[in-house]
């Protein structure tokens, strides 16, 4: 039995969950709506302030949805109550940020600057010159567009410079050994 599939969901004060035809979920909250069709063979039902997913057999395909069934029904209903948000630091000399407007412009090393407009559903939020905040209700879209923000300079292994994920480990290669050091 999946561990995670059979948990039921709580849903907290202020947020609605609907499911309609076809296995559509629908969660509104104070942050926004967010709305994703999922597999017809899961059953999904919403009651008493709880959602439950259950699986229609033991097939393999079956039990491999009902996990992820829930654990994206509960990302929702958090989106829309907390929200989400994934922090970037850029690591370099010169290497900075700023928002302007709608707009975030990075001076990463190359002759031109790069610039990134912010989305509806996604906000950017600078609030130093080596540090990036996205954040979001849709935990999908924050991860692709913080993603999308990192592949602009990812960190190269020598000296660690580039966009990187806040606690995110950088394996580091030693340099060249040295004219001479081979005898």
Known sequence: MSRIGVKPISVPA??????????????????????????????????????????????????????????????????????????????????????????????????????????DDIKIDVPQPNQIVVSGIDKQAVGQFACEIREKRPPEPYKGKGIRYTGEYIIRKEGKAGKGSKK
């Open 14 to 119: 202020g947020v609605e969950v609907t499911v309609a035809d076809g296995n559509v979920v629908t969660v509104k909250g104070p942050k926004g709506t967010l709305t994703k069709s999922f597999n017809k063979d899961m059953i999904i039902k919403s009651e008493n302030g709880t959602v439950t997913v259950a699986r229609p057999t033991e097939d393999k395909f079956h039990k491999s949805l009902h996990g992820l069934t829930r654990t994206l029904i509960f990302n929702m209903v958090e989106g829309v109550t907390n929200g989400f948000s994934k922090t970037l630091e850029i690591v370099g000399v010169g290497y900075r940020a700023q928002k302007q407007g709608k707009n975030l412009v990075m001076n990463l090393g190359f002759s031109h600057q790069v610039i990134v407009p912010e989305t």
